[in-house]
């Protein structure tokens, strides 16, 4: 077997270079004096352009500027990330409001309340072993939660992903999102 990287290199002339070939450069003290001064002139032109361009659109006489930008494809790994972040952001918040919500419930004595109308209706013989907390408790809330947003985390981040997967092919299709953009007056 050949190797086609030596088949098909060709070596070409280099061509000779002498004395009246060399190229000069200046100094270095010589371009940096030449590079401040058009930096000092590009300072300069823009300071005085600056007024002008500060003042709105409607002062000046002049339509105000639009700049119109067509949304035709969005990154599926980008969109995956972000989504996949904010629904953990959205799972964390369901968690603490639920606890929240079951913690005051717990403080105003909605439970014992409960407990005592279930005893008041069923009679006191038959409802003495009854507890609500064994069945809504804090504990067994949050793990239904915890649960709910995991399963939520996976879902989200997946509709996401696949809505951007498709916002792409139909972006393909028929040419995207059009957004103009313009100054206020």
């Given at each position: 077997m050949?190797?086609?990287?030596?088949?098909?290199?060709?070596?070409?002339?280099?061509?000779?270079?002498g004395?009246?070939?060399?190229?000069?450069?200046p100094?270095?003290?010589?371009?940096?004096?030449?590079?401040l001064?058009?930096?000092?002139?590009?300072?300069q032109?823009?300071?005085?352009a600056?007024p002008?361009?500060a003042t709105?659109?409607?002062?000046t006489?002049?339509?105000p500027?639009r700049?119109r930008?067509?949304l035709?494809?969005?990154?599926?790994?980008?969109?995956?990330k972000?989504?996949?972040?904010?629904?953990?952001?959205?799972?964390i918040?369901?968690v603490?409001?639920?606890?929240?919500?079951?913690?005051?419930?717990?403080?105003?004595?909605?439970?014992e309340?409960i407990?005592?109308?279930?005893?008041?209706i069923?009679?006191e013989?038959s409802a003495?072993?009854f507890?609500?907390?064994n069945?809504?408790g804090?504990s067994?809330?949050l793990?239904?939660t915890?649960?709910?947003?995991?399963?939520?985390v996976i879902?989200?981040?997946?509709?996401?992903t696949?809505t951007?997967?498709?916002?792409?092919?139909?972006a393909?299709?028929?040419?995207?999102v059009?957004?103009?953009?313009?100054?206020d007056?």
């Amino acid at each position: 077997m050949t190797d086609r990287s030596t088949e098909q290199r060709t070596t070409r002339p280099v061509p000779a270079r002498g004395p009246e070939d060399t190229v000069t450069r200046p100094a270095l003290a010589d371009r940096v004096k030449e590079r401040l001064a058009r930096a000092g002139d590009e300072h300069q032109a823009n300071k005085d352009a600056a007024p002008a361009a500060a003042t709105p659109a409607a002062a000046t006489g002049r339509a105000p500027r639009r700049a119109r930008l067509r949304l035709t494809r969005v990154d599926p790994w980008s969109v995956m990330k972000t989504s996949f972040l904010l629904s953990i952001a959205f799972g964390i918040v369901t968690v603490v409001s639920v606890l929240m919500v079951w913690t005051v419930l717990d403080r105003a004595g909605v439970w014992e309340s409960i407990n005592a109308t279930v005893t008041d209706i069923v009679g006191e013989d038959s409802a003495s072993e009854f507890d609500i907390e064994n069945y809504i408790g804090t504990s067994r809330v949050l793990g239904f939660t915890m649960l709910v947003a995991a399963i939520d985390v996976i879902i989200l981040t997946a509709v996401a992903t696949l809505t951007a997967f498709l916002y792409n092919m139909s972006a393909a299709l028929l040419g995207g999102v059009e957004v103009t953009l313009a100054e206020d007056n």
